[in-house]
Nanobody
Framework: QVRLVESGGGLVQAGGSLRLSCAAS????????MGWYRQTPGKQRELVAS????????IYADSVKGRFTISKDNAKNTVYLQMNSLKPEDAAVYYC?????????WGQGTQVTVSS
């Protein structure tokens, strides 16, 4: 059974930083991609950033470019999202997703709250 466990969410003041982690319970491979999505009540889940495990450029939502950085540690089967210069509009539940041929998997989400 595949499990993705997110951590690192919390409450931060505007302008502050948080680092999210997503650890997969299985090995991740070069053909996989992992990403971070976020969702607020009443809105669709949106892509924040994604990265190919085998390499290549990361993809970012325009709203986070220059502030967020996605990275990976293949040996730990873990993906990170470094979030700097946080804004109140970044507040959401952040979800990790593993894209793999044959299926996609989601984590349970971690809450990020940004106070103004």
């Amino acid at each position: 059974q595949v499990r993705l466990v997110e951590s690192g969410g919390g409450l931060v003041q505007a302008g502050g930083s948080l680092r999210l982690s997503c650890a997969a319970s299985i090995s991740i491979f070069s053909g996989d991609a992992m990403g971070w999505y976020r969702q607020t009540p009443g809105k669709q889940r949106e892509l924040v950033a994604s990265i190919g495990i085998g390499g290549g450029s990361a993809i970012y939502a325009d709203s986070v470019k220059g502030r967020f950085t996605i990275s990976k540690d293949n040996a730990k089967n873990t993906v990170y999202l470094q979030m700097n210069s946080l804004k109140p509009e970044d507040a959401a539940v952040y979800y990790c997703k593993l894209n793999r041929r044959g299926g996609d998997y989601w984590g349970q989400g971690t809450q990020v709250t940004v106070s103004s």
